[in-house]
């Protein structure tokens, strides 16, 4: 077996590209590495990777895996992965890189292990061209490699068995849901891209990826949704649901809901609760051997069913926060640059002339307009003193505003060495960067 050996770490470990001959090797490291509580295995964080390295996805290779061997051993003792993707931010789209599966074996780390494997995905993103990488995770930890928590991440509503809508009796069911088949993608395309409108930052789905969704995925992936096709009593197709294929203890959630344009939501919906409760007490719980008692919308911070079930949604899940990274800031904000120029033409500094600098203290950037056009934006060196610069956000905080995660009051709020310098720079940094929900259904 060729092994692509990219750096000798020291002490008998090599960091190298995955081959096919990793899989089970790596499937049992994943599974094991991965485990969430004394009732799961891993099985289905093994499945996953079993399918990343044997199956044909649309944006992913084996040698998207990085792994650290102990040549002494043979064995794996860490390793992460790349999953390229493209986003759309206001409908811009970029390509992102997203790392996945980092772990490391409890004796092997504090040894710069995963650092050195950031490094190489961070290199092998930027030769894709890749403007972000993101990432989920626990608390603080990614912020060690350069990432800051700043964009919205799942959160949602849910209700009780007392919330569910009774079906009156003696009446049928007015919808029907049916698993989506390869046929019904152009279908799904065209829900999704609206759903897309409603967030800031969305992930594109093209009809590869629905393709790899229906047919591709393993039955047990972590990953893998179950999507349905939402009829009317007549046979037409009026939206879509998606929900995972296990129960999270006692709730059943929603991970996608969509309804076409032109049927009432309200009208749909209640059919949609009753068979997440049909659902719900017939699958396996994830966690423990709780039954059913509670339905989830898990769609993000908005949502048009929060509106329809005003009185039948009582837990809020505030939103956690995706790790973000963008190593060229000026070229981030240069390519969206239309949509920062839309927003100041709906402002009150519509046509605004004028030049702002913003430190984050070790560095800065510089944004020139003229006419309510950016005809710059680029790196800027703050002075290491006084109020250099019109605005300031420490650290990799202004990514919060520029993601709309954040409100720049807010960011004041938070803290104290991110100000602005005059009304000028506040209304221009507030119309250009208002706080904005976003949900992303990432490529996995």
């Known amino acids: 077996m060729t092994r692509d050996i990219i750096r000798d770490l020291g002490g008998k470990l090599i960091l190298r590209q995955a081959v096919p001959e990793d899989t089970e090797a790596l499937v049992a490291f994943n599974a094991a590495i991965h485990v969430d509580s004394e009732s799961d295995t891993g099985f289905r964080v093994g499945a996953w990777t079993r399918d990343l390295m044997s199956k044909p996805h649309p944006t992913f290779q084996v040698g998207d895996f990085t792994i650290v061997e102990d040549t002494t051993t043979g064995k794996i003792v860490s390793s992460l992965n790349l999953i390229s993707q493209t986003w759309q931010y206001a409908g811009i789209s970029f390509k992102v890189g997203r790392p996945e599966l980092v772990g490391t074996l409890a004796e092997y780390r504090h040894r710069g292990l995963v650092r050195a494997q950031f490094e190489v995905i961070h290199q092998w993103s930027a030769e894709r061209g890749e403007l972000l990488q993101a990432i989920t995770g626990i608390p603080y930890y990614y912020r060690l490699f350069g990432y800051e928590m700043a964009l919205n991440l799942e959160g949602g509503r849910a209700g009780y068995l007392p919330h569910i809508p009774k079906l009156e009796a003696g009446k049928t069911e007015p919808y029907r849901f049916r698993k989506a088949q390869v046929e019904d993608i152009p279908f799904l395309c065209q829900l999704y891209e609206i759903a897309c409108r409603r967030s800031l930052v969305s992930c594109v789905w093209d009809a590869p990826l629905w393709r790899y969704e229906i047919l591709g995925k393993s039955q047990d992936n972590v990953n893998r949704f179950e999507l349905r096709i939402i009829e009317s009593a007549a046979?037409?197709?009026?939206?879509?649901?998606?929900?995972p294929h296990f129960r999270w203890g006692?709730?059943?959630?929603?991970?996608?809901?969509?309804?076409?344009?032109?049927?009432?939501?309200?009208?749909?919906?209640?059919?949609?609760?009753?068979?997440?409760?049909?659902?719900?007490?017939?699958?396996?719980?994830?966690?423990?051997?709780?039954?059913?008692?509670?339905?989830?919308?898990?769609?993000?911070?908005?949502?048009p069913v929060y509106a329809v079930l005003p009185g039948s949604l009582p837990r809020v899940r505030q939103p956690y926060a995706w790790y973000l990274r963008v190593p060229d800031l000026p070229a981030f904000l240069r390519l969206i640059a239309p949509e920062l120029e839309r927003r100041l033409d709906n402002s009150p500094l519509a046509g605004h002339t004028g030049e702002l600098k913003i430190t984050f203290y070790r560095e800065g950037i510089k944004l020139v307009f003229e006419g309510g056009k950016i005809v710059e934006a680029t790196s800027w060196k703050p002075e290491p003193q006084g109020h250099s610069g019109q605005a300031a956000f420490p650290g990799l905080t202004f990514l919060q505003l520029l993601f709309g995660y954040r409100s720049i009051d807010e960011l004041k709020?938070?803290?104290?060495?991110?100000?602005?310098?005059?009304?000028?720079?506040?209304?221009?940094?507030?119309a250009a960067f208002p706080k904005r929900a976003s949900n992303v259904i990432p490529v996995s």
Do not use: N
């Open 235 to 243: 046979g037409e197709a009026v939206g879509y649901l998606a929900f």
């Open 250 to 303: 006692a709730m059943q959630i929603a991970s996608q809901y969509e309804v076409k344009a032109g049927h009432s939501w309200a009208a749909v919906t209640p059919s949609v609760v009753r068979y997440l409760q049909s659902v719900g007490e017939s699958q396996a719980p994830y966690h423990g051997e709780a039954l059913f008692s509670s339905f989830g919308f898990w769609l993000g911070a908005e949502h």
């Open 413 to 430: 709020y938070a803290f104290p060495d991110c100000w602005t310098d005059g009304d000028e720079a506040l209304a221009l940094l507030s």
